[in-house]
């Protein structure tokens, strides 16, 4: 959406040098004073900005027409898939000691419950005496999550194991 507010911005500033200082004064003292955001947050402000820039110009009726048409293709993209990851698609962090041979060692736990599973990396923690292990994972219909969970943990000794959205928040 931040290129049709741009794009308006552009167009109600056009040969107007004054205005086009002003907003861009404007613009960097919101982006760079406000508490940093996620893009809708900054795409809110921008569109806010640039209906009160057409309805300080008398350009009331473009400002109207504008948000909604924004409104109307916001509503479409997030009613939409577009965008949105693979919901089967987790991250499962294993934690094994410096000593543990962890190549195969989770190879028939994962194949029990996962339909694919990959080690995407390994990186040392706790001063080089553990091993975090990533893994991307697709769960297999039905399975448990708890009883996984339990069967790696009998594997790594009790160490910390965690499974979440591949490239999001934590879940469990």
């Given at each position: 959406m931040l290129p049709v507010i741009v794009q308006?911005?552009?167009m109600l500033v056009n040969?107007?040098?004054?205005a086009g200082i002003t907003v861009m004064g404007v613009f960097n003292l919101v982006r760079f004073r406000s508490i940093p955001g996620s893009a809708k947050d900054i795409g809110s402000?921008?569109?806010a900005m640039a209906v009160g820039l057409a309805t300080g110009m008398g350009f009331v009726l473009l400002a109207?027409?504008?948000?909604a048409i924004v409104a109307v293709a916001n509503v479409v993209y997030v009613l939409s898939p577009f965008g949105r990851g693979n919901a089967e698609e987790k991250r499962l962090r294993i934690t094994v000691p410096e000593d543990f041979e962890y190549e195969n060692a989770f190879?028939?736990?994962?194949?029990?419950?996962?339909k694919e599973h990959e080690l995407v990396s390994v990186e040392t923690s706790n001063m080089g005496s553990l091993y975090q292990l990533e893994y991307k994972v697709k769960l297999e219909e039905?399975?448990?999550?708890?009883?996984?969970?339990?069967?790696?943990?009998c594997h790594n000794g009790n160490l910390k194991v965690s499974l979440g959205l591949y490239g999001g928040r934590e879940v469990l």
């Open positions: 308006m911005v552009i040969g107007n040098i004054g402000v921008f569109l109207v027409l504008f948000v190879d028939t736990v994962l194949a029990r419950y996962t039905g399975a448990g999550q708890k009883r996984f969970l339990d069967e790696i943990r």
